[in-house]
């Protein structure tokens, strides 16, 4: 019985305690769904040289156009999100910003409404601090003005990062834009960088005010297109899993940054390991890729349903890092209706495929009962484990293995 409890005392660990309120703004219940320039397009403003890979308006209808062409809308992907670099480099004569003009020359209202009659939704990047990331106006004095101007243009979802800014005026910050969203009567998800700055040098940040003051937050650094961004990112996750589960939940999530599925540095199984695992995480699945160029492999991991209905499970409890058993990472997130979803994760490098043969306790479930583990990509193979039948995996390198479980 004593596994057992300590199970029961995990699902009760990991989800947001009562009193740690989640930003009220009705949006953000499940993880949010889109695509974002940054990770594949970064800062490319040259347009005519590379005029179809630069950040511009005909960048972002090509791509809502592709969500909703190639199925990924009905799969539910919905924001589609300019990360930094649409900014001209002054505001406008009243301190409204202003898109660069040759690169969005219909401006950012015409393109919001394009993205609208997509069926989609519209998101955007500003920065706390004085200066974007990539040099452009910040919000660092404007910020009552931008989320006014955010909100006439139409924008669903709006990106803070804090470039060039104090570190110690986040909080007061962040919690500020909120309140001038908020303000504007527009509901917009609010995803924020406050966590991350602070976090990666070492200081602390009070995640139960972030979670009251925003709808995502990065914690770590930012995605790369490589399995060593991936590993670490996910190693991040697990080393202090319970810092950040007990901060997810309905109306707020950890973001652990882009799902780069589609791009040049990951092999078939590494996507396998991205989606599963920000699948675990109950992550924002924000792709940033190339959709107009997509393996079709790539595509169908993005649009696999049953991975996606882990991911975006009613509960919105955040898995974690159970144990590490033969060099294999197993991570367990509790799902609706009596369920859970266990990934058995294999970061080695060494040629063969990695096996486990593992009891019930091993996993830390409840010797006496009977469950059922369904492969979860397919949903179509099934196996029953009891206190006889121990379960065995293998697991392939770079590769995870995902099952729904359900106690009988
Ligand atoms: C603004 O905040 C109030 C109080 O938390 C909330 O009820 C309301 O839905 C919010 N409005 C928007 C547009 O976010
Ligand atoms: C996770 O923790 C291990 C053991 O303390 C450490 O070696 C590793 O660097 C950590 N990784 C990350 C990404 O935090
Ligand atoms: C996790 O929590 C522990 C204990 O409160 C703390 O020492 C540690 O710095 C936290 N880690 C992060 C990344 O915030």
């Not at 139960?208 to 995502?216: D, F, I, Q, S």
């Not at 670490?232 to 810092?243: A, K, Q, R, V, Y």
């Not at 898995?319 to 509790?334: S, T």
């Amino acid at each position: 019985m004593e596994t057992f409890w300590t199970i029961g005392l995990f699902m009760v660990l990991h989800g947001p305690p009562d009193e740690v309120k989640a930003l009220d703004n009705g949006l953000a219940l499940t993880p949010p769904m889109g695509w974002l320039t940054w990770e594949r397009f970064r800062c490319n403003t040259d347009c005519e040289n590379d005029p179809n890979n630069c950040i511009s308006e005909r960048l972002i209808k090509v791509m809502a156009d592709t969500l909703v062409s190639d199925g990924y809308r009905s799969v539910g992907y919905e924001y589609v999100i300019i990360d930094d670099c649409w900014l001209a480099s002054e505001r406008d004569q009243d301190g409204r910003l202003l898109p660069d003009p040759k690169r969005f020359p219909s401006g950012i209202k015409h393109l919001a409404d394009y993205v609208h009659s997509k069926g989609l939704k519209f998101g955007i990047y500003e920065d706390f601090g004085k200066k974007t990331c990539g040099g452009y106006p910040g919000s660092e004095f404007y910020m009552q003005t931008d989320a006014k101007t955010f909100a006439d243009w139409g924008v669903d979802y709006v990106k803070f990062d804090g470039c060039y800014s104090n570190l110690n005026d986040f909080p007061a910050g962040y919690e500020a834009m909120g309140f001038f969203l908020n303000n504007t009567g527009r509901q917009m998800v609010y995803s924020c960088e406050w966590p991350f700055y602070k976090i990666v040098t070492g200081l602390s940040v009070d995640l139960a005010a972030v979670r009251k003051t925003c709808n995502l937050w990065r914690n770590y650094y930012d995605v790369q297109d490589s399995w060593s961004s991936v590993t670490d990112i996910i190693n991040f996750w697990g080393n202090n899993s319970l810092n950040f589960t007990k901060y997810a939940g309905p109306g707020g999530w950890n973001d652990p940054d882009m799902v780069i599925l589609g791009n040049f540095g990951l092999s078939h199984e590494e996507e396998r390991v991205q989606i599963a695992m920000w699948a675990l995480m109950a992550s924002p699945l924000i792709m940033s890729n190339d959709l107009r160029h997509m393996r079709s492999s790539s595509k169908a991991l993005l649009q696999n349903r049953n991975i996606i209905s882990i991911n975006q499970d009613i509960l919105g409890v955040q898995g974690f890092l159970l144990r590490k058993l033969n060099g294999i990472q197993i991570w367990n997130r509790r799902l609706s209706n009596n369920r859970m979803a266990l990934a058995f994760l294999n970061e080695n490098s060494d040629g063969m495929p990695r096996w486990l043969d593992i009891s019930l306790a091993d996993l830390k479930l409840s010797p006496t009962m009977t469950y059922n583990f369904t492969e979860a990509f397919e949903m179509k193979t099934t196996f029953v484990i009891t206190k006889n039948k121990q379960f065995k995996v293998s697991v392939n390198p770079h590769g995870v293995q995902l099952y729904v479980v359900k106690q009988l």
